[in-house]
DNA sequence: GTGAAAGCGCTAACAT
DNA sequence: ATGTTAGCGCTTTCAC
């Protein structure tokens, strides 16, 4: 056994020369061999390639990006790296993109244009091939990148913008809201109510939108007496709920905009002995670990983040490849989960 | 106005030869400004800098890491990227890495070794300085890293090892159940029941001695039939709890060894007509984002998970300047977080 | 089909 | 104090 230094497979970086001279062959060679060019026989390539294997050759991604300008290489910013959402969508990101031999750096700009122009420049400098812009709050519309970044393709996700040309990818809040609707419609429930989130948010507004659409589709009177608007979060929801279901003539479904308000109305309905899904309907969004383990478990519509991930890196990837990069706003289509909330399973 | 193309601050990369014309001197001499370097007059620092802004001149990382063979990038490769532990520990990491100017990689390897070998390869290929290997399950023990990392330092967060020499950071779990225990005591507590984890765990058997040695100190007795021993899930903590309290003489107290399972606990108690604190102190460790919002409140042990992370970072980076790496297991101290299920605030 | 040479943008001796 | 030179490891014309 050779004498064996401190990492196993030989240590010390073994270039390309090293292949080319232990192969008989000039460097160019056994890089055209590496990189799968053509113009090089057929034994020459196993020669290189048995080489290279001797030698545990691994090229230098650092050299040869110097030489392409191409690092293979995304940046990746959040302005919440401690989000319920970031973290679904960072991982369809990393999935579709570390499948392509792409790396990608993770920066957390708190939602602060200051760190997101530090972290840009380091991404500059480091030579990034593109970047995602990522928001764990609810979509929302931002401005350009807090750095131009030249033709550094770059595609927001979870939010939007009218300031610059990128790409933006965000859920079908409307499609989504169809299905929720629908769900309940088709289950028999006549008199639907809607506890959403703030009104400024566009999310809202598409939502109720949806709803509509689809009850008018059903042929299901909408009644705009039962639309509340309040926070995302489960005092909102209780409160809401408390008021839907003390009124003269009180709803059969309540279609809760978050999982959040969803629980707080469940709460409501519990401490006024309404029983669900007997008395009433009861459906969230978003789809949060907590939906699950409710009493009864919240049927909702699921936010499709993980998709909505793997698009925002197909899109850049492809961009990056093909230079494009036209402003456009990509809506994911969002999935009903149905869990025991609403009574009988989907028809 | 000049006119602008495509990115706004000087378009194609101006390099340090550019700033060098400009400013009448040679490249090498642009470097030792760039760098801080000494032997530069005064004057000649002053129109160097002069050039260098007018151009708008960013230094090409790539470059300078071909040369220094040091690249200011670190792996992050986490088993779980969905987890709920991971995030706040990336979020360690990110902060006190990119403070000092390093970049982070983020990998997933799903907990699969052929993934991490795969990631670790181009992590290597990439000649990142550092690598830090998460878990997001349970602290746990595990091998080697997939693929030998030469002199690459590395440490392990949220597990550790016997196989290699790296430094590992965990939670002490000890210390933690110490603080939880002795919060119980101090509360008047004397019959206290624990309904650990999985007894395989490591941090099942540390947070028992602490909870043991937290009794003995404050002279309240110690009793087996106590404890139980079973998943760290819900359902767990219903069944045992339901148990506990059904015994000839029950507990006043349930130290819960995750927040889950106490919530499970809160659910039997609650099924069985005890109140909670009056009847039954209860305390949770984790602390997850639901302990919040439980009624009533939930006292509970915190996971020092950023803080963690932070430690990771710095050893990491402490390993990289100074060429050291001994293997070394960190336990980072829990924190007490009290809320209203175990009564009266800490004395 | 293969190799020699140039050079990506930077830094680090080594001269001057 | 400043400039000249060489070269990090790779890819890519362009000869042969």
Request: some cysteine; aromatic content about 6%; overall charge neutral.
């Amino acid at each position: 056994m050779p004498p064996k230094d401190k990492a196993s497979p030989s240590s010390a970086s073994v270039t390309i020369r090293d292949v080319a001279r232990l192969a008989g062959v000039s460097p160019a060679t056994v890089s055209k061999v590496m990189n799968n060019a053509p113009y090089v026989s057929e034994e020459t390539r196993q020669t290189v390639r048995a080489a290279a294997d001797k030698l545990n050759f691994r090229p230098n991604s650092i050299a040869r990006s110097l030489k392409m300008s191409r690092t293979a290489t995304l940046g990746l910013i959040t302005d919440d790296l401690e989000g319920v959402f970031t973290m679904s969508m960072m991982r369809g990101v990393e999935e579709v993109v570390s499948a392509q031999g792409f790396s990608v750096f993770l920066c957390n700009s708190y939602g602060d244009a200051a760190r997101e122009r530090a972290h840009l420049e380091v991404l500059i400098d480091k030579k990034v091939d593109g970047v995602i812009l990522i928001s764990g709050y609810r979509v929302r519309q931002r401005g350009a990148p807090a750095l131009p970044l030249g033709d550094i393709p770059v595609v927001y996700l979870y939010q939007y913008t009218d300031e610059a040309a990128v790409r933006c990818v965000v859920p079908d809040d409307f499609g989504g809201a169809v299905l929720g609707a629908g769900h309940l419609a088709g289950l028999g429930r006549r008199r639907i109510a809607v506890i959403n989130g703030p009104a400024h948010y566009e999310a809202t507004r598409h939502r109720l939108e949806g709803v509509q659409h689809a009850l008018a589709r059903a042929g299901v009177p909408f009644d705009a007496a039962l639309v509340r608007a309040g926070k995302w979060y489960e005092s909102s929801g209780y409160a809401a709920a408390s008021d839907l279901m003390t009124l003269p003539a009180p709803p059969d479904a309540l279609f809760c905009m978050s999982d959040s308000i969803a629980v707080g109305a469940l709460g409501a309905l519990h401490d006024l002995g309404v029983r669900v899904p007997q008395d009433v309907a009861l459906i969230g969004f978003d789809n949060r670990s907590f939906a699950v383990h409710q009493r009864p478990p919240l049927t909702t519509v699921a936010l499709p983040l993980v998709q909505m991930g793997r698009l925002a890196g197909d899109l850049l990837l492809k961009d990056i490849r093909e230079g494009g990069s036209a402003a456009e706003l990509y809506r994911v289509p969002c999935e009903l989960v149905v869990r025991q909330s609403c009574g009988a399973s989907r028809a």
